[in-house]
DNA sequence: TGCCGACATTGATCCTGGTCAACCGCGCGG
DNA sequence: CCGCGCGGTTGACCAGGATCAATGTCGGCA
């Protein structure tokens, strides 16, 4: 439904990355599907059961409130896979965030794929814990030091870290409104710990320095 | 205030009450070990590798900041299972909340035991997941609100529920200081919600304007 | 049964981050 | 090429919850 052609030659370079992905033993592999910007990929309460794999661009999980209130729980880059829930149904929501493709798993009902699960769940499991932490205990500038060391880690470790997301999507990760965000990261910037190449696209110039504040 | 000392005392045998759970296969049982209020399971950085399923009492499951802020990521109460990591090694703190008794499941190396373990993780992380929303996007009532309803709904629904662990622990879990679950508590009190009938015990009066303040 | 200490409640004040609002700047379409 | 709109930044003010402090109460044990 939201899944369409899209020409790759209009996607920035970052995005076409090839990724060392560990295929799944035991899955049926579909084509890549092409997710514009913003484009839902499962909603909750929809029937799980297919695995996702980000080939490219960059997904969204979150929760959302009666009120409109989101939390996203979680980002997905090239090379992640995501869709794994805890019964039949999704819980929640999953979004492109930019033009994304993502590789399609279908499982057998009868192939036990938990081995190969397990680990991956295990994963999410403590980064999510992990992220406990930072919403429940630390402060605004704790939170922003840790997302961007996190996003950085998980690109590699180097000092130039993509932001795929908003403004708003960090927000909404770390609880925070979009006005905070924009005033630590001016904060850090002013403080030489950062430096914004441009809105989505930052340098870490004192690494040390962020890793006090994130923890 | 947190006891360290690793007190592990062996029950007699008649002490050891069974209680209705699915006893893991592929694992050897171990008999029921006994923490007194206060002490330590495990602790971050230890190598981890045996399960633990609670008997008797209750658990709480922790991280610390370097200044001592503690983020409380689970309680586990009777009959629940904890002690996986995603590698070897322990990522979190486990401590018994009141006299606690666990049994312990020794897992041979060569013993798969993923297809068991990926449903209690998958449910771990969902859990997790909804804790993220609750401490990311909502306000000290609606946490508190949340909070009672999931003990009440993890104890069977009853209108009158158990609170094993201290209110500090409460804030720890909900990232809250002491002092503002219990405002929030009178006000509820105050408001006919619920009705304190012991510091660690509440009845739940309007479960519907819970349910709805909870989210 | 009464005492003590830990835990909990309540009150006063402070401060971080939210809210509301104005403005900026870039990219896109007319 | 200009103007519009969206996303981001910045500022002023506000409020929810933290902090600091005093008091209250329960429960365990002598």
């Known amino acids: 439904m939201y899944a369409q052609a899209s020409a790759k030659i209009e996607l920035p370079s970052h995005f076409q990355q090839p990724h060392p992905s560990p295929a799944f033993e035991g899955a049926a592999v579909q084509p890549v599907s092409f997710f514009p910007a913003g484009t839902e990929i499962y909603a909750q309460g929809e029937k799980a059961g297919v695995l996702y794999q980000v080939e490219f661009g960059a997904v969204r999980i979150y ?127 002013e403080k030489g710990v950062i430096r914004l190449l441009s809105l989505r696209s930052v340098e870490i110039l004192k690494r040390d320095t962020l890793l006090a504040m994130g923890e």
Request: proline share 2%; glycine share 8%.
């Open 63 to 189: 929760r959302l409130l009666a009120d409109g209130r989101r939390q996203i729980s979680a980002f997905h880059l090239a090379g992640e896979i995501f869709g794994f829930e805890a019964d039949s149904t999704h819980h929640f929501f999953a979004e492109a965030i930019n033009s994304t493709g993502v590789r399609v798993y279908r499982i057998a009902s009868a192939t036990d794929m938990s081995r190969q699960l397990l680990p991956l769940a295990l994963k999410g499991l403590t980064r999510a814990q992990e992220h406990l932490l930072v919403l429940g205990r630390q402060n605004a500038i704790e939170r922003v030091a840790a997302f961007l060391l996190e996003m950085a880690d998980r690109q590699g470790g180097l000092r130039q870290v993509d932001l795929p997301m908003s403004r708003n999507d960090i927000g909404d990760y770390l609880g925070l409104t979009i006005e905070t965000v924009s005033r630590v990261l001016t904060r850090l910037k």
